[in-house]
């Protein structure tokens, strides 16, 4: 019997799984996917927001902006990667200035840190390349960047850690009530007895709720499409830039990325199928047209990939953090849409400490640790160290991604870490072997059969990303 179940292991779960390791519980976390943070939090924006947007008095607002001061710890204890860009909210003309005022009351009623208004000429003197058109900025200079699927997996690596099990292409598919507990069916024929459950499903959220009652919202999907801008163009501009937010959204922004790259994104169109995140030549031309507010001269010319995330927009208009009101002990984590990656750990604090109260019912884990060792990026790395790694360990002197420069060590280790992978995704999303500009046009072979070798796999059997992602379907040159 455990004392909670997770369901989904995106930023959500794995900031609650880590915190709940905080007591003597016993945890597990399901997850339908075959790796952590393969949806939502795989495919968005990465911004820390400042808190410019959210309703004044929200949880949405509360949240976001207690999140946003907590990355500084995340920083510390798990080592995520986190980039302080500040971000600017652009204006253009006297119409759009008078909303931004509107903008300015949200961060004084949210208490945003620092936030400035700068003419355009001042912000163009920080920003070169900003559009000529923006005549007034609002400066949020707390907004920061991270690699939301590096967090999901420090939060759940330290989770396991602490104690907390995970059990990856694990799909809830029935949720039983009994008396004093739930079973809980996965893949049609597994059980597991579990105290309580705690649903972050993300946009299935609702059809989760649905398997034991009426949820209490509904969640539309709303599909954002994305460019990326290779990282030859780091510096083309610094800060996040956003246009003033609307109906739609915070719209479509330019975003510097940890790794150097600048997101041109996201679109907003309400979708039929929320599983489906495939990107449209439609939602793709709103993205070119609507980003030539926000700078001059986009270099369109250097776009190496774009994708698309479906956000979990509920129709409660706020995050739905709360026990179920017929049902005890099942907790609804419902349209944690943007800022959720921003308000995640505030979000797991919120839940686990006012909520529910574990406090409460369990003992604190005196043995939680709340420190992840950093993993180690070679080419990053100063040449002395670098001299005496490879006298340890050679394999650091074979590059396989010669764009991201990475070593056949950091792919091992990937493949054998505590989250380890068999999926060609899997290591991209671990140490970013394919990539770079050449998108894994180089490196995705050598991957391939370093993950065969190292698994002891037949090469024809590793998958790219999903169970029916096979590369090849039989050999066409086999030695005698
Ligand atoms: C386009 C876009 C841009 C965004 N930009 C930002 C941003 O810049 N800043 C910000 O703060 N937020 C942003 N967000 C929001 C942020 O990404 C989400 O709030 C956050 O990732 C939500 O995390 P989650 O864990 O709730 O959802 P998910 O990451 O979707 O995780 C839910 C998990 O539940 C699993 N699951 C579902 N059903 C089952 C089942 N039956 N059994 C087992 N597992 C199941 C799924 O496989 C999934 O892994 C953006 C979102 C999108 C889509």
């Known amino acids: 019997m455990y004392d909670y179940i997770i369901i989904g292991a995106g930023v959500i779960g794995s900031a609650v799984a880590r915190e709940l390791s905080k007591y003597q519980v016993k945890v597990l976390c399901l997850e339908k996917e075959n790796d952590v943070a393969n949806v939502q939090t795989l495919a968005n924006s990465a911004i820390i927001h400042a808190g410019h947007n959210p309703e004044p008095g929200s949880l949405k607002a509360r949240l976001s902006l207690w999140g946003n001061l907590l990355y500084d710890d995340l920083e510390r204890e798990l080592n995520i990667p986190l980039l302080r860009t500040g971000a600017f909210v652009v204006a253009h003309g006297k119409e759009e200035e008078k909303d931004l005022d509107k ?54 690596e330290n989770a396991i850690e602490n104690g907390v099990k995970l059990k990856l292409n694990h799909r809830v598919t029935k949720i039983i009530k009994e008396n004093d507990f739930y079973l809980v069916e996965v893949n049609h024929h597994i059980n597991f007895k579990t105290k309580n459950i705690i649903n972050a499903g993300g946009v299935a959220s609702d059809d989760i709720g649905q398997m034991i009652e009426i949820p209490p919202f509904k969640i539309k999907g709303r599909k954002g499409e994305y460019y990326v801008l290779d990282k030859r163009n780091i510096g083309f501009i610094n800060h996040v830039i956003y246009p003033l937010p609307s109906e ?58 774009s994708f698309a995330g479906i956000r979990s927009t509920s129709t409660y208009d706020d995050f739905y953090i709360q026990e179920s009101k017929y049902n005890k002990g099942f907790y609804y984590l419902g349209g944690i849409e943007s800022p959720g990656l921003t308000a995640a750990p505030a979000i797991a604090k919120y839940l686990i400490n006012d909520v529910i109260g574990v406090q409460n019912h369990y003992l604190i884990n005196n043995q939680f640790k709340p420190y992840r060792k950093a993993k180690v990026e070679f080419h990053r790395l100063p040449l002395n160290d670098q001299k005496r790694l490879l006298e ?28 380890g992978t068999h999926t060609i995704k899997g290591i991209k999303k671990r140490v970013r072997a394919g990539a770079g500009i050449c998108q894994g046009g180089y490196c995705e072979e050598k991957v391939m059969k370093i993950l065969a070798r190292e698994l002891n796999l037949d090469p024809l059997d590793i998958i790219y990303d999903k169970d029916n992602s096979k590369l090849f379907l039989s050999e066409s040159k086999v030695e005698k």
Not at 397 to 408: A, D, L, M, P, Q
Request: glycine letters at 8%; proline letters at 5%; a positive charge.
């Open 103 to 156: 903008y300015v009351k949200i961060c004084k009623e949210n208490k945003v840190p620092g936030y400035q208004l700068l003419s355009g000429q001042q912000a163009r003197k920080i920003e070169r390349n900003l559009a000529g058109s923006i005549t007034k900025v609002l400066s949020l200079p707390s907004t920061k960047v991270t690699n939301p699927w590096e967090v999901a997996f420090a939060l759940m």
């Open 248 to 305: 739609r959204g915070k719209g479509v922004l330019l975003t510097p990325q940890v790794h150097g790259e600048i997101l041109i994104g996201p679109s907003s169109e309400f979708v039929d199928d929320k599983h489906q995140a495939s990107t449209t030549q439609k939602g793709l031309e709103y993205v070119k047209e609507h980003s030539k507010e926000l700078a001059k001269n986009i270099p369109y010319n250097q776009i190496i990939r």
């Open 392 to 419: 340890i360990e050679p394999k650091y002197g074979k590059i396989i991604c010669k764009c991201e420069k990475i070593t056949e060590k950091e792919i091992i280790d990937a493949i054998h870490g505590l989250l």
